[in-house]
């Protein structure tokens, strides 16, 4: 397997996370944001991709991150957030524009306060595609 899936999955996760309603005005990007920049708000990051291929087909696994910041004090609002993120993407039933998503899982977080005193948690996650 190859790269070809990832721009499928990554639209397929950006399109999940945004009507997600219990992310409901929350902003979402697949990029920094310019301008003003929302007080939160949720950031599709990083990927790593590795062949997934097996005797059944081709296919790959996708590590990527979701990262939520928030300028709030304290981590408390900025864990909520990433607790929904979490629950909008465990096992959700995503269709691609391409291939097939067999299964997506969380791997792991973090999170720590930046330098400029903003939150940040990075949320890892596994997701195993298959192309058609």
Known sequence: MSYALSAALQSAVFQHLASDPNLAGVAIHDALPTGTVPQTYVLLGTEEVRDGSDVSGSGALHRF???????SAGFSSAKQLAGAVCDGLINAPMALTRGALIGLWFDRAQARRMSNGSRRIDLRFRARVEDE
């Open 65 to 71: 991150i979701v990262s939520v910041h928030s300028d």
